[in-house]
């Protein structure tokens, strides 16, 4: 067993290292979860002589010992890793864990960066600390408030756990030179993470007050690296600043005020029902709805209070199965008009509908049987780019010449159709909204993963908050007018074409296999898809190079056929995945009836489905189709 870890470190060493770890542990209870650990890992059965078969009392002790010496050797696969998500990983002591020790370590890191880029620059660096209410949140943004107070840096934490956009809004109407919000936004409940922000004087250019990129994150991380020990880090007692509650009024009066005031006599029209998952979200989306005048807002019970065990979802994202059927099944009983979900962080936002011509009267009597689904992202970030579109439109003055719409490389191409039909420019920008949020001009951006920025001047991120306030600002005009989302959706099929969307993924234990996977494809891509030939393959890894601008080199594969058929093969950078992104268009006539767009509808999804299982057996997931 002194092979227990894939660098054939033996066990006596591994044991020095975690003794060492704990030893500079500042957390009891990650020190003591990692000494129960090796104690467990050291346990020898009783009684058991050499070479004789243990009994099942012996055998357990063994298969324990065993266990944790794999999680110890898992938790000590090395720091952490630092990257342009900032940390993100599961709770729990050791140096591949998310715990104070490592964030701690991480603080010093960014204190380093900060004071590095600022040297001889008066004032001293000015950075936003956020927290959400996920287990450790609150101690780990006050360990980072202390490690920055102690060099010198003038720090302010937030009053409370809030949203992530609050924090990003804070990063900028304080003019910091730096944000760390503590969220692992949507991930497991076992999760925590750190995200960081840069501004102020550190970045001046269009990206001021987005999340970092790279060379950013290597820097940081070296910095990082460099920290010898928890010990070593000075820590203030006290000396920071705590936010009052007018950093939240200031954000609710920039949200509110994206609301059309001609359509606030509708708002009260409207029925609501919004679900924040447990997160923290719901109390200032409320207030940003209620003072924008939607007050028939009614919030999913089981999910109104911040909870970072997340009781009632199996994961807490919007996009996962069952995530939402609470909010489904109140909008059926309640009668209500829309469902707005948002993710814990309230970075996302989910849109559902009622589509009639959804409905089934197959199943049992259920909110889905009468046709009420979730837009697909793509949906939503159409709608709100139209509407976007339709206010640039109704300005007076000239088009701004550098006004851009910006969605990721993932996402549908409709959003450049309605950024053409208006006159304003289109971007295209690799996956995340570290890139998204930085284009030049940029007026409004999406990407399809639920993740919407229609406040660039003030949150320079996706922000679940003010796109559910848009969401519904266009829910109640069109039932003023008697019409729904989805004839929105039918209503811009006539004027850019359906584009149906939808995405393949394929899960992999052993991720050496996901570079395979990738790999396979490059060297024998399908040749055609839905039947249609593939008449371009780009290989992402180089780059690109076409009308919407270039991009920077990422892994994956973009495919196009002749019917105008896109396919984007990419690994995940979250998970241990390999996700396919597909898109179909199908022409519409303008002047196309009801029955002539649902058919159109209909079409494209049964070629997108007819792509998807190509696709799938491109991957080796199923088998190819006759």
């Known amino acids: 067993m002194d092979d227990a870890r894939s660098t054939q470190i033996t066990w006596s060493e591994l044991k020095e290292q975690v003794r060492t770890w704990v030893a500079d542990d500042p957390d009891r209870d990650t020190a003591d979860e990692l000494r129960e650990l090796l104690e467990q890992a050291d346990r020898q059965p009783d009684g058991l002589r050499e070479g004789a078969e243990p009994d099942p009392t012996q055998r357990q002790v063994i298969d324990t010992a065993r266990r944790a010496r794999e999680e110890l050797a898992d938790r000590f696969t090395g720091l952490l890793q630092f990257g342009t998500a900032g940390l993100r990983g599961r709770l729990g002591g050791g140096p591949h864990r998310m715990n104070r020790a490592v964030v701690i370590r991480a603080a010093a890191g960014i204190a380093d960066y900060l004071l590095g880029e600022l040297d001889g620059v008066t004032p001293s660096p000015r950075v936003v600390v956020g927290y959400d209410a996920r287990h450790k949140s609150t101690d780990f943004a006050l360990d980072t408030a202390a490690v920055l107070t102690a ?47 840069l501004g102020g004087r550190v970045v001046t250019d269009a990206g001021q007050g987005s999340q970092i990129v790279a060379p950013v994150d290597a820097a940081i991380a070296h910095e990082i690296a460099r920290v010898p020990s928890v010990a070593s880090v000075p820590r203030a007692q006290s000396g920071w600043s705590v936010l009052d509650a007018s950093i939240v009024d200031a954000y609710v009066a920039h949200t509110v005020s994206l609301a059309d005031p001609a359509q606030r006599a509708a708002a009260a029209d409207v029925r609501i029902v919004l679900t924040p998952l447990h997160g923290v979200g719901g109390e200032v989306a409320q207030r940003v709805l209620a003072e924008a005048g939607f007050t028939d807002v009614l919030v999913v019970p089981e999910q109104a209070e911040p909870d970072g065990d997340f009781p009632s979802v199996a994961f807490p994202n919007p996009e996962e199965p069952g995530a939402i059927d609470l909010a489904i099944g109140l909008a059926s009983d309640e009668g209500a008009d829309l469902v707005l979900a948002l993710d814990p962080d309230a970075d996302r936002c989910a849109v559902a509908v009622q589509d009639r011509r959804a409905r089934s009267y197959r199943g049992p009597d259920t909110a889905a049987a009468e046709g009420w689904r979730m837009l697909h992202g793509d949906e939503t970030g159409a709608l709100l780019g139209a509407t976007v579109a339709a206010r640039i439109g109704a300005d007076p003055g000239p088009v701004d010449p550098t006004a851009t719409f910006a969605s990721s490389i993932v996402s549908s191409r409709q959003l450049a159709r309605i950024a053409a039909s208006a006159g304003v420019r289109h971007a295209q920008t690799l996956t995340g909204f570290k890139w998204i949020s930085r284009v030049e001009g940029l007026v409004f951006g999406y990407e399809e993963a639920l993740g919407y920025c229609v406040d660039p001047l003030h949150v320079r991120d996706k922000d679940g908050i003010s796109a559910a306030l848009l969401v519904a600002g266009l829910a109640a005009r069109v039932k003023a007018a008697g019409r729904t989302l989805v004839d929105e959706l039918d209503d811009l099929a006539r004027a850019h074409g359906l584009h149906l969307s939808d995405q393949v993924s394929a899960r992999f234990t052993d991720l050496g296999a996901i570079g395979a996977t990738v790999d396979r494809l490059r060297t024998a891509p399908p040749t055609t898809l839905a039947g249609s030939r593939v008449t371009s393959v780009v290989d992402l890894a180089a780059g690109t190079d076409d009308d919407r601008g270039g991009l920077p080199p990422t892994d994956g594969l973009r495919l196009l056929t002749a019917d105008d058929t896109r396919v984007v093969v990419r690994p995940s950078g979250t998970e241990p995945k390999v996700k396919v992104y597909l898109e179909v268009i199908e022409p519409v006539r303008p002047d196309a009836d009801d029955e002539a767009v649902g058919a159109a509808r209909h079409g494209a999804r049964a070629r997108l489905d007819a792509v998807a299982a190509d696709m799938r057996a491109a991957l080796g997931l199923e088998p190819a189709r006759a």
Request: net charge negative.
């Open 151 to 197: 060099v010198g840096i003038d720090v302010h934490l937030m009053p409370s756990a809030l949203p992530t956009p609050v924090l990003a809004f804070a990063v900028r109407h304080l003019e910091a030179d730096a944000g760390i919000m503590v969220t692992a936004s949507h991930n497991p409940p076992q999760d925590n993470g750190y995200k960081v922000y």
